[in-house]
DNA sequence: TCCTAACTTTACACGGTGTCAATTGACACG
DNA sequence: CGTGTCAATTGACACCGTGTAAAGTTAGGA
């Protein structure tokens, strides 16, 4: 969609992206946006259809960007489902800051724009199934804790990991990046490893 | 503030509490609730100054008719460290969907509404003593594990508690309430308890 | 020179919140 | 009986943010 003028749009991108991670969330308007760029509100809409479509465009290009999901690819050099649990969990902790802006924003619009609720399930919807792989490995190396079944384990990793959880713990108790991957980690292990070391 | 013609002022709460219950959260209009009373829109101004102050009387409301938030003192009855955690997260699994609709159209005024987040943080300022309260319970009884500060865990157990927790596990995972309870107890065994049985 | 595409300016509709002024109806008090 | 008061009504309006529409400008390319 929104064909030509590259680098117009990925001004308005950038400038979208900029403000988003700022942290406000949902509290950046199309009017901020345009701003930022140098253009009047009205020739977003030149770009994107609306709101919605340009913050979910703005999701694809911090994918861009940043190398996107596919880092959250299970890698092959995790033997066990520990290592590959451990990996998941460290590598999502790398990814979260990147979309929290734009998370929030999204999570906002989630009741009004159906679009938009739809973009971050599915986003959401990835991250379960690494987390359903990292579960699945520890249940092939026997190493699950037999309390949950697979899918209940991945419920709540998949919980365990949300971004309102990461905020919380981020910005309301203060741990810092490194606080939160390590402690996640060493929480996953207690939770889903059979053999608590 | 707002004297006067308790009747009409219960009858605005219990409608708004009801359309909140429903489940739309935020998306709850003054012109819903004054619809469903029965009055003018404008009416409700003259009872509340603003929505976000209905909004917080509500959850006022809320406490008055379900006995309200003493019942996450922890109960004498709980000897041990881990009785009381265990009691708490009962307590609080019984809670939770008494405050859900309002807990989530306040969270969505967060950003906008200082009034309404200070409401909102005010009672998850309660609960998280609840938390502290247990991890301490467990410290004093040296059960608490040594891989967290106290404060950690209070953390930890403080986000696993969380509304937006709640929320994803019951209704994108479709756990039933009871599932919720019984597992987050044994989550927090798990986590928290150093004598894993 | 003319066409096209990007962008501008100005204006407006809509939905939701909040304010205001004038009015009605009921009830109480002297 | 008249008067005052209080709750609620009616109708209008301001503000904000989103989205639409129409007409005009500017720059580049065929």
Redesign the pocket.
């Known amino acids: 969609m929104s064909?030509?003028?590259k680098?117009?749009r990925e001004k308005i991108l950038s400038a979208s992206l900029e403000l988003l991670e700022s942290g406000q969330g949902n509290s950046v308007?199309?009017?901020d946006i345009a701003a930022k760029v140098?253009?009047?509100?009205?020739?977003l809409?030149?770009?994107f259809?609306?709101?919605?479509d340009l913050l979910i465009a703005t999701t694809h290009y911090v994918d861009e960007l940043h190398g996107g999901d596919e880092r959250l690819i299970p890698s092959r050099t995790a033997k066990t489902g520990i290592e590959r649990l451990d990996a998941f969990i460290s590598a999502w902790a790398g990814f979260l800051p990147e979309i929290y802006g734009i998370g929030k924003a999204l999570l906002a619009l989630r009741d009004t724009d159906p679009e938009a609720a739809a973009a971050w399930d599915k986003r959401m919807q990835d991250m379960r199934e690494g987390c359903e792989a990292a579960i699945l490995a520890l249940a092939r190396d026997k190493t699950l804790i037999a309390d949950y079944s697979p899918e209940q384990a991945t419920d709540i990793l998949w919980t365990l990991l949300s971004l309102r959880n990461w905020e919380q713990l981020t910005v309301e108790c203060g741990w810092s990046r490194a606080d939160y991957a390590d402690h996640m980690q060493s929480m996953a292990r207690r939770l889903f490893v059979a053999e608590v070391h």
Chains 1, 2 share one sequence.
Do not use: D, E
């Open positions: 064909s030509g003028s680098s117009t308007r199309m009017s140098g253009i009047t509100r009205q020739a809409y030149l770009h259809r609306n709101r919605g």
